[in-house]
């Protein structure tokens, strides 16, 4: 099939750019003919800054996609063949709000992890729930790429309570290879890799370059383990007798004292987590906004989260040609790891195919991996059903299972103040 169109629902996110440039490299092998940016009103001057600057940059490259704009949702995703699904529901600004509470409460602020993350996916699973209706009456043939976070969370929302075929990305996959790829001077295709966990909690645990085990290789633990973490210290004995590579979020749980000291002595001098990527978009957006800016901003392809693009175009041109590769995404578990429940999103080697998508069964987890990956899926699936069911029973008992939350009290505290701030988005419901 042909002039494939695509709809990307939070069209106005500063990350859109970086997609439309994939689409405008990968042109002759993907044929989109149509790429529709959808946003809320409150969204819709960036999604006009977002949009010309994606017209502009079709222009620069003598590029046939049509770029159009709408705060018409259903216009977007009817007949459409991809969905592509980035918002954050209440903004940078209901983020800052969660970190704000969380420091208060002495717990860690991360945005897709712990209580943050929690009711960032509170916010998010109702209004993902609702498009996911207009998909299945307007586009129900279409492949729906989830990229909104927590990814793992939102997928298998999305998955159990939804006819949609989705599929979740997030960088961490291409952000291993990039990094094993630069260390060890190959091309990408040259490496090899199985992965086990979820969108924020993944494990390399077996690794292969050019057909060589390098697993062991103490040089990659020093490298890898540290992105985006200041002064965070890692045993090094720990690392190397691990068995595995862990991604960027390892920290947060195996040195969590040293994440949340450095968090609350910044919160002491009123700053939060949220305000560099506050500044970067704003800075990113003055950018986008000029008249001749007709290329990616310098540097742009470093931030967090940039290496989505890449995985997206993978993902689709895989799923077109049905060319059956096999793509590290969040799926169903459906059996490929032993110990966790069939219906849970997790993020695993795939076969990926026009019609489906099939995880690859994975013999052994180590059982350090195999406990906290089972301790954090039982949070997020209760956090799904949080979600969905909206009972502030199962909320608590979510938020007190997080190993960022020191006890049931702190949990049901720190959820009554969330509850309150964030009653626009979110209204639990006593059982």
Known sequence: MNNLKVAIIG????????????????????????????????????????????????????????????????EAIKDANYIITQIRVGGLKMRRVDEALCLKHGMIAEETSGPVGFMKALRTIPILLDICEDIEELAPDAWLINLTNPCSI????????????????????????????????VAKKDISMQLIGTSQLLWV????????????????????????????SMD????????????????????????????????????????????????????????KTIELPKGIEKRRGAGCSEAVIQVMKTIHYDLKQVLAVNITNNGAVEGLPDNVCIQVNSVVERHRITPVQISEVLPHIRGLLQYIKAYESLTVEA???????????????????????????LLQDMFIENEAYFQPVIY
Do not use: W
């Open 236 to 291: 090094p004995y720990f690392l190397q007798t691990f068995g595995a590579i862990g991604g960027e979020y390892q920290p947060y749980y195996y040195q969590a004292d040293q994440i949340l000291e450095q968090q609350l002595e910044a919160y002491k001098q009123g700053a939060l987590p949220s305000d560099f990527e506050q500044e970067e978009e704003k800075q990113l957006f003055s950018i986008y906004k000029h008249a």
């Open 387 to 413: 979600g969905t069911s909206r009972n502030i029973g199962v909320a608590i008992q979510a938020m007190a299972l997080h190993p960022f939350v020191p006890s049931a009290e702190t949990a049901h505290a």
């Open 205 to 232: 645990t077996e690794l292969y370059v050019q057909g060589k085990a390098k697993l062991t290789d103490a040089m990659l633990y020093k490298k890898l383990h540290m992105r985006n973490q200041k002064d965070i």
């Open 154 to 185: 939102v997928t298998e929302a999305i998955d159990n309570y939804t006819n949609v075929k989705v599929v979740g990305i997030n960088e961490g996959p291409t952000v291993f290879r990039n990094r094993f790829s630069k260390t060890y001077g």
């Open 11 to 74: 069209g106005g996110s500063s990350y859109t750019p970086q997609l439309i440039n994939e689409f405008i490299q990968q042109h002759e092998a993907l044929p989109v003919k149509k790429i529709y940016l959808v946003d809320i009103l409150a969204g819709r001057e960036r999604l006009s800054v977002t949009a010309s600057f994606a017209k502009r940059m079709a222009e620069q490259a003598d590029c046939d996609i049509e770029i159009i704009e709408t705060l018409d949702r259903r």
